[in-house]
């Protein structure tokens, strides 16, 4: 029994195409010819496909057929590998499968980064679009921390801090700044990384400076960053003087 190239992939419920894929990649071995030129397919060509489809169907990649098809020890390893990117493969699957039925049910936002959903009703619309581009910029570790950081924060102030009116008057500027490099300041004390985040950057820190100071300034209006700009100055001197503070507790007689 022979069979050509078309009913061969009818059979092995494959395409033509897949068939001569399979040739060039060395996986399925080249048939005899008739005397006009067409393949002559045999039971072995048949198995050999079928026993590739099986391993496609096990998401088995084309290039650790060869060797998963085989018996002994690399085929056992190129098995594992495949059985490992599946476990993968499968939870990030579930995760996704549980945050779909979160939001479903009304539970979680679309709007955040995973693991903000507990604090996601305390931040503003500009915070929730902070945290998504952060969540490409920084590690696991660093936005852990920036959501406890959220949780910490006086939301008073986040809140009279969005509600800023780009014309706000100098006392209403200075005052807010106060506060906010208050709190800056805080986080500085607790997060010594907010100093030098290069160990948790996701990107190169030119890429990450570029991409935070494009995100900061398309959010805000000219008073929040008038703000910001001043909080920061506070912040530093705040926490520059609690650091000299402790050192001169430490060791009263280092001056």
């Known amino acids: 029994m022979a069979w050509s190239t078309r009913e061969i ?23 005899d010819r008739m005397s ?19 391993l496609r169907d096990l ?24 059985d490992a990117d599946l476990a993968a493969s499968i939870e990030r699957l579930q995760r996704a499968r549980a945050e779909v039925r979160a939001i479903l049910q009304g539970t979680t936002l679309t709007d955040l980064p995973a693991g903000f959903e507990d604090v996601g009703s305390k931040l503003t619309r500009t915070d929730r679009s902070l945290m998504l581009i952060y969540s490409q910029l920084y590690d696991e570790e660093a936005m852990s921390d920036l959501r406890r950081m959220l949780e910490d924060d006086d939301h008073s102030t986040a809140e009279e801090f969005d509600q800023l009116d780009p014309d706000a008057d100098e006392e209403t500027r200075r005052n807010l ?24 950057l996701q990107k190169s820190p030119k890429i990450t400076q570029e991409t935070f100071i494009a995100a900061v300034q398309a959010l805000h209006n000219p008073a929040q960053l008038d703000v910001m700009g001043r909080a920061g100055v506070i912040a530093a001197r705040m926490y520059e003087q609690a650091r000299a503070e402790a050192a001169e507790a430490r060791d009263p007689e280092a001056e």
């Open 177 to 200: 700044a106060e506060r906010y490099g208050a709190s800056m300041a805080r986080n500085l004390a607790d997060y010594p990384w907010l100093t030098d985040p290069t160990a948790h």
């Open 59 to 82: 998401d088995v990649p084309l290039d650790q057929i060869e060797l998963a098809g085989q018996t002994g020890d690399r085929s056992r390893e190129a098995l594992q590998a495949v």
């Open 36 to 54: 006009n030129g067409y393949k002559q397919y045999e039971v072995r060509h048949l198995v050999r496909l079928l026993q590739i489809r099986r």
């Open 9 to 31: 992939a009818d059979l092995a419920g494959t395409t033509v195409n897949t068939v001569r894929h399979y040739h060039r990649l060395g996986l399925l071995e080249e048939p």
